[in-house]
């Protein structure tokens, strides 16, 4: 199978599948010298893990990390880093029935058309456990732009119908409430409509919203590379994403250049600043030292317990309700996975970047 990995010069491989023996990932290219413990790692996957609440899935999975290798006495040696999760509470009893049908909404159909052959039990490379390694790299690669004066915060901006109000964010009240919402009424609202959701055996999607601070312009590049392209890239390969905006988004539509284009000012430092961020950070490819703002649009979890219709390996039609534990929402877990890939695609371009001037090269090699 190939596509599993992502990067050029900050690379990562993930590898396991979900009722496996262990998921992971292996980082190449994490310069030397990072400070960096599990527990960096596990804070992240701690995000991420389900049986948090009632409306993640309730397998119990502690998600603890192992650092296999890639780090001596505390700081990383420029080798490999492996990180491994092991897999401990898995029922495949659960996809026993499925076994020779399609779920709707699922890679089931598409996975069997591609390989002749699928992993039935929870959809294994298919299945959303796939992003932990995702998210383990994505700390690491936090960590380093956190050292760079970058930082990230995604969010869940709404559930369903359910959208949070700009006059009330609060991004610490994320943690307070079970929706991942920087706003405590709209979390109230959702959570409502999760329940009357689940009531009816049926699921929710909704949008994750995230902002990246401190990132310098010059970033990116104008063609095939472009940040907002390779951001792009790197959250639509999210499993449950189905959609992606920077900036404005499709609001662009309606705009007119009048009130599309973000003024140049200069600011008191004497750098150049915007007036407006209708860009989302990102011009012509490169970033501009304003915000780098995007959302994912997640869709609603496909396993639910309602009939569906459906079709066999036979070609028969049939009727399923799905069994097994299940999110009935997947964007409160998912924004620690937005998180992490627009870390990765963002450390990775910076990297990329450090060769793209003369001067920058002879200064490294004090030439």
Known sequence: MAGSTFGTIFKITTWGESHGKGLGVVIDGCPAGLALSEDDIQLFLNRRKPGQSKYTTPRQETDMVEILSGVFEGKTTGTPL?????????????????????RPGHADYTFDAKYGFRDYRGGGRSSGR???????????????????????AAYTKSIGPVSIDSSRFDLEECSQNSVNMPDAVAAKKAQAYLDACMAEHNSSGGIV?????????????????????????AILSIGAVKGFEIGDGFAVAEATGKTNNDSFR????????????HAGGILGGISDGSDIILRAAIKPTPSIA??????????????????????????PRA?????????????????????????????????
């Open 306 to 331: 309602a009939p569906q219709q459906t079709i066999n390996q036979q070609g028969e039609e049939i009727e399923i309700s799905i069994k097994g534990r299940h999110d009935p929402v997947i964007v």
């Open 82 to 102: 492996s990180l491994v999760v092991k897999n401990k509470d898995q029922r495949s009893r659960d996809y026993g029935e499925i076994a020779t049908c399609y």
């Open 266 to 277: 200069r600011h008191e430092n004497g750098k150049v600043k915007k007036s407006t961020n």
């Open 130 to 152: 796939e992003t932990i390694g995702r998210v383990a790299a994505g700390a690491v690669a936090v960590k380093i732009l956190n050292r760079l004066g970058i930082r990230l």
């Open 335 to 367: 924004v620690v996975v937005i998180e992490s890939m627009a870390a990765l695609t963002i450390l990775d371009a910076l990297l990329v970047n450090m060769s793209a001037k003369m001067d920058s090269i002879a200064k490294f090699y004090h030439v």
């Open 209 to 233: 919203e995230c902002i990246v601070t401190g990132m310098p312009a010059g970033i990116g590049d104008p063609v095939f590379e472009k940040l907002d392209a390779n951001l792009a890239k």
